[in-house]
């Protein structure tokens, strides 16, 4: 079930990027990226931790690390996440 949500979320992390290169947002892209160092700080280390989750010894410690970060994230900027879902999400057609 893990290694299908993780093709899944890859599949999809994939056909977003191809999406913004293809409508020509590429750069626009990269500086939002420039501009959101700590989002990119902090999704590295999401990223590290879903490689450690693998791992069997840590996969337990890991999910719950895993879950306790979105937790904490939408804690702390849950007012700014939501309308920006629902500002991309319009965009998209949905």
């Known amino acids: 079930m ?3 949500l993780d093709t899944l979320s ?3 992390v994939g056909v977003f990027l ?3 290169v293809v409508r ?3 750069s626009q892209l ?3 990226a420039e501009r959101d160092k ?3 700080k902090w999704a590295i280390a999401v990223g590290i931790l879903f490689y450690l989750r693998n791992i069997k010894l840590l996969s337990g410690p890991a999910s ?3 879950a306790a970060a979105f937790i904490g994230l939408f ?3 849950g007012d700014k996440i939501i309308p920006q879902v629902k500002s991309f999400w319009a965009s998209i057609g949905g």
């Open 38 to 40: 700590a989002f990119l």
């Open 30 to 32: 990269v500086a939002l």
């Open 18 to 20: 191809l999406v913004v």
């Open 2 to 4: 893990s290694d299908s």
């Open 24 to 26: 020509g947002n590429a």
């Open 10 to 12: 890859g599949l999809a």
């Open 64 to 66: 719950e690390l895993i």
């Open 75 to 77: 804690l702390i900027a």
